[in-house]
């Protein structure tokens, strides 16, 4: 029993792997449950087996990606400007392309818009958590001001700006990045 539960969840993390790699190599609307089946070897059937229908897939891709953000990103050490903005280089290199897909499908799904939102939220309490050691004493809207700036300077978008954009290198990117954040670490 046990082996067939380990194939049946091999094959549903196959499924959502696939699934994950179609999503970020084409828009939603060019997503098909075939497609999907096709890129993980299954059939139609099997797919639905595992996840019911559209929506699950989706559901099932997208826990998995946030599971693998998370692990990542929980890493960051808290305090520690440089090693912090080498733990967001290392997500945005490897997932950047996944979280600029999702904020660009947002408006077409509500369980991808719920995807976003949670992954906003979870950025602002990664700053938080990572820059508490910046925040500590402020307090009111000095401190909502100081952590929406550090949210800023850490998003996504700043990556796509810097590392795509402007073509910096990965060790301009992150230089840049501490260079913006240094001053909100400092004491007026």
């Given at each position: 029993?046990?082996?067939?539960?380990?194939a049946?969840?091999?094959?549903?993390?196959?499924?959502?792997?696939?699934?994950?790699?179609?999503?970020?190599?084409?828009p939603?609307?060019?997503?098909?449950?075939?497609?999907?089946?096709?890129?993980?070897?299954?059939?139609?059937?099997?797919?639905?087996?595992?996840?019911g229908?559209?929506?699950?897939?989706?559901?099932?891709?997208?826990?998995l990606?946030?599971?693998?953000?998370?692990t990542?990103?929980?890493?960051?050490?808290?305090?520690?400007?440089a090693?912090?903005v080498?733990?967001?280089?290392?997500?945005?290199?490897?997932?950047?392309?996944?979280?600029?897909?999702?904020l660009a499908?947002?408006?077409?799904?509500?369980?991808?818009?719920?995807?976003?939102?949670?992954?906003?939220d979870?950025?602002?309490?990664?700053?938080?958590?990572?820059?508490?050691?910046?925040l500590?004493?402020?307090?009111?809207?000095?401190?909502?001001?100081?952590?929406?700036q550090?949210?800023?300077?850490?998003?996504?978008?700043?990556?796509?700006l810097?590392?795509?954009?402007?073509?910096?290198?990965?060790?301009?990117?992150?230089?840049?990045?501490?260079?913006?954040?240094?001053?909100?670490?400092?004491?007026?």
């Open positions: 029993m046990t082996k067939r539960a380990e049946t969840a091999a094959t549903a993390r196959k499924i959502a792997e696939s699934a994950l790699a179609l999503f970020i190599e084409r939603l609307s060019q997503l098909t449950l075939a497609a999907v089946a096709e890129c993980a070897g299954v059939t139609v059937q099997t797919v639905l087996r595992h996840f229908d559209w929506d699950g897939v989706l559901a099932g891709a997208g826990t990606a946030s599971s693998s953000v998370n990542l990103r929980d890493a960051a050490p808290v305090g520690d400007l090693g912090a080498a733990n967001l280089a290392e997500h945005y290199e490897r997932d950047a392309t996944l979280s600029l897909r999702v499908e947002e408006p077409n799904s509500e369980l991808i818009a719920e995807a976003a939102r949670r992954g906003r979870y950025h602002r309490a990664w700053c938080e958590r990572v820059f508490a050691p910046y500590k004493g402020l307090g009111g809207a000095e401190r909502e001001r100081r952590l929406a550090f949210v800023a300077v850490c998003d996504v978008y700043v990556y796509k810097l590392r795509h954009d402007a073509r910096l290198g990965r060790e301009a990117y992150t230089r840049s990045v501490i260079e913006l954040l240094e001053p909100l670490t400092r004491r007026p």
